[in-house]
DNA sequence: GCCAACGTTGGC
DNA sequence: GCCAACGTTGGC
């Protein structure tokens, strides 16, 4: 069976959890999305698939570093947890409606990919991030846009 | 802190 | 099933 290799982008708030905190414990399971877009490509996922670690909601929001899936999605225990601020009422044991992979740490850029500089270029014209109003916290992203950021970031 | 863009909710 | 109201995201 062929084996294709998938790249994403997933947004986190450096606040809540930044490409440090990820460098520090190598691993951690992403929980806490609540939109049914970014679930769906959470499923989507396959262990090995590349990401783009991406800071939002603050001063240089951009590609920070890249992570790899190392566990593919299972149930988010926060959707039960009532003193969660992922808390939902209407999930149930028996029916999930939230699932999260395990992302693990593969390397942070030198040099940061920033929004301005993928909004500066034509070539990243087609990107999710980039255009305006995209809130999705989990994206699709192709390999020569992949490659392109990584070859801007670690150098 | 503002606000545009977008997703979700709930009344009808 | 429509759509107005509301809540959230996230750049600036």
Redesign the pocket.
């Known amino acids: 069976m062929k084996k294709e290799i998938r790249y994403w982008l997933m947004?986190s708030?450096p606040t809540t959890y930044s490409i440090d905190h990820l460098k520090k414990e190598k691993k951690t399971s992403w929980e806490g999305v609540?939109?049914?877009?970014a679930r769906n490509f959470m499923q989507e996922m396959r262990t090995s698939d590349l990401v783009l670690f991406?800071?939002?909601?603050?001063?240089e929001?951009g590609v920070m570093g890249i992570g790899k899936i190392c566990k593919e999605a299972y149930p988010d225990h926060t959707q039960w947890d009532k003193k969660s601020d992922y808390y939902d009422p209407?999930a149930t044991k028996e029916n999930p409606r939230w699932f999260m992979p395990d992302v693990c740490f593969v390397k942070k850029f030198s040099t940061p990919v920033t929004?301005?500089t993928l909004?500066s270029s034509p070539f990243f014209k087609d990107m999710l991030?980039t255009?305006?109003?995209?809130?999705?916290?989990v994206q699709p992203v192709s390999k020569k846009h992949f490659d392109k950021i990584v070859s801007l970031g670690d150098r």
């Open positions: 947004k708030e609540r939109n049914y877009q991406y800071h939002s909601n603050t001063t929001p209407k929004l301005t909004k991030v255009q305006r109003g995209s809130r999705l916290s």
